[in-house]
């Protein structure tokens, strides 16, 4: 039986499984296969105890955990032992399979179950492990840190070790068994590395440069604030490609047979103060942006123990929580971007290429051998690899022919760069004060955290780890035997960009440049479009006040600022035009309201056009030695400016002309493309086209192989509005919506119960529970469930009662 992975980077970081099968039926299942009503049967007798109770090894006191209607557990403990203890054991009842999924990616242990074609992504993986200092790295994150993820990876085992003949489905179906955690566990960096940058980028750079100049290269990739290219002094050019990041994509992209299904990801978030709030108490916004997948990456659960009482999303790998709210302040988060990598260009010896040069002389190289185990057909082995470090960081690719090798200086080689654990500091804090010194902690990734407090208070902090560089601009890459090229510290989060009860009354971001105006320190030259921001200002600064429906709408706003810029260019195009198709696309766009509804046939037709023109508008500026350099959707904001006749370059008058000529010719091309297209797909009858029947959201299982697989591990996709730059973000490749908002929260200062949040499908990772897919209808229909907060109102909407209690020495494990 072919077992394939489609493996999000969301979950990414997991070990290795023992290799024997788990049972006897499972050989049996791998000759004949199972049918769906099968699969339906095992699943429902794998699925976890979620009320009752169960006695536990390792726990000093009973620990109540209460699921509600939606499946958020609430978990109340007397110690903070027990406390996540009981977080980790909920967990793993949950998500355990995508908890082995992410375990081995960020090990490097995938090899053991997909075999050699895994063995790149897990060298990666284990070059990019904290090798530093233990007790800074632990300290780093809180002073606790430590004996709470060692509370939480017992709870883990203790699953796993209660569960042991009572697997999720997925191990059943697979032959793998989870091995018990390490704290270490909790600290693999992958997953912090797909949201630092920006090596990739330095590398596309080098590479235009080589083909086209400095100035092209300015042209095409713009900077923020304007940054022109200056190439390092040494910077042999030739030879940077794509090899050196190979590894790179291989480890932080998905397992997957499909290249298309890598996804842009972004968010928003926004606070208003009472100023602006019908309750006059602040009400604050979230939605990250990450893959939709199946199961979310996100895991919502509710904290209560002595010195925590704390509410929101996390990852199920984690312990804490990472945007929420506890008793007195609430927060939120967006990707800043910080330029957190540089690429090392290192001569080595050709005598000796273990050996690099640094200021003179050569230097050794530390090296680093691992055995790998490593899935293979008769029999299962071991591979070794070799991993190699200059001072400059791990060693991602060598060029034996031009004695050279590529290291990689990146934050998470620094103490306390696991993502996200410093959320145990932000956790617990009280005020801004507070917040502010947990915020010191963050490094990785970089985000914009938006606050409030019960007392009224809001603001913003620009968190994360930001080198300093004096005199290059981390742009390209740069050689490391010089020496003139390295980090010289740290900004301290004093010196980021903050705002603190700001007179306006409201705060956003939506990764746009958030660098304030004459800002001193260049931090990132490379943010994401504006336009999901300029809608949320728009909103936010109308002079009203908002409540809780208000923002659950604008979180789902699908009004698109692209639209309203490039859609009257097309239509001043088309107004004088007399072919029929041309004149019923002029009728169904000129009353056009911008709104990329899922319903709309206008949004149908705007969306396939404006991929056309993008495709287009690329093969038309970018010179074709170059094209495969170039992704047609990062030329947006340029394209927005020519076709605005903006541009970039000063041109003589009949060069002026000539481009004018030929951008409406592209833009009335691409028009004509998309209509027959649209024909071919939704039929001849243009009112009756929908933007939600090409635009969908998918939700499929890794191991849906098979059409009963499918039947029982998949759920059903659901027509999308939006696209990639509306407030709604909804884009993907061939319009399937592959990253957005699977989590939301809008947190309500004045009534903690009147907080709502969604996340999709649902909380449980397991096939046949009713929290699989639950929220899924919701989630289609742009709706939320409470976010309970009072014992109260938990007491009232209990679903399910579970209590952990310890078990007496010598005792087995007894479940009722």
Known sequence: MKNIFVIAIAFALVSPGLREPLSSYAEAAQAKGDSASELRERSRAALAQTSGRIELTGLQKPVEVIRDPWGVAHIFAQTQEDL????????????????????????????????????????????????????????????????????????????IETNADHLPIEFQLTDVRPEPWTPETCLTRMAGY?????????????????????????????????????????????????????????????????????????????????????????????????????????????????????????????????????????????????????????????ANPTEYRYKGQWEKMKVVREMVDVKASPHNAEAEIELRFTRHGPVIYEDQALHRAYALRWVGSEPGSAGYLASLSLDRAKNWTDFLKALERWRVPSENLVYADVDGNIGWQAAGSAPIRRGWSGLLPVPGSSGRYEWNGWL??????????????????????????????????EWSAPYRFQRIEEILGNGNKFGIEDFERLQHDETSVVARKLVPFLLTLLKSDSRTQMRDAYLLLKDWDFKLSAESAAAALYEVWLQKLQTNFADLVVPSKAKSLVSAPTLLRTMINVFG?????????????????AVDLVAEDSLQQAITELKSKLGSDMTKWRWGDLHLAEFKHTLATDDARRAVFDLKSVPRGGDANTVNATGGARFIQRAGASFREILDFGDWDKSVAINVPGQSGQPESRHYGDLLPLWAKGEYFPLLFSRAQIEKHAADRLVLEPKAAGQAATKE
Not at 277 to 282: D, E
Not at 645 to 661: G, I
């Open 492 to 525: 301290p989060l004093s010196e980021l960009p903050r705002s603190y009860n700001p007179a306006k009354h409201f705060i956003a971001t939506a990764n746009h440049k958030i660098i304030p105006p004459g800002y001193k320190h260049e931090i990132n030259f």
């Open 84 to 159: 996540f203890f009981a977080q980790g054991f909920v967990a793993a009842q949950d998500r355990l399979w995508q908890m082995e999924l992410w375990r081995r990616t960020g090990e490097g242990r995938l090899s053991a179950i997909l075999g050699p074609s895994a063995l790149e992504r897990d060298k990666f993986a284990r070059l990019m492990r904290y090798r530093g200092d233990m007790e800074a790295e632990w300290k780093s994150y809180a002073p606790d840190a430590k004996e709470i993820i060692q509370s939480f990876v017992r709870g883990v085992n203790a699953f």
């Open 194 to 350: 797909v949201m630092t940058r920006n090596a990739s980028s330095e590398v596309q750079r080098a590479q235009l440069v080589r083909l086209l100049g400095a100035a092209k290269t300015d042209e095409l990739l713009e900077t923020d604030p304007v940054k022109k290219i200056e190439v390092p002094e040494g910077l042999d050019l030739s030879g940077i490609d794509n090899r050196i990041l190979a590894g790179a994509v291989a480890a932080s992209g998905q397992v997957s047979f499909d290249p298309n299904q890598r996804a842009i990801e972004g968010s928003n978030d926004w606070v208003v103060s009472g100023a602006l709030s019908k309750t006059g108490k602040p009400i604050l916004a979230n939605d990250p942006h990450r893959n939709i997948a199946l199961p979310s990456l996100r895991y919502l659960v509710h904290l209560v123990g002595p010195g925590w009482n704390v509410i929101g999303a996390g990852e199920p790998t984690l312990p804490g929580i990472a945007a929420g709210h506890n008793e007195r302040v609430g927060f939120g988060f967006t990707i800043v971007g910080i330029d957190q990598q540089d690429l090392y260009v290192e001569e080595t010896n050709p």
């Open 645 to 661: 006749r903006s541009w970039t370059s000063a041109y003589t008058a009949k060069q002026f002309n000539e481009k004018a000529m």
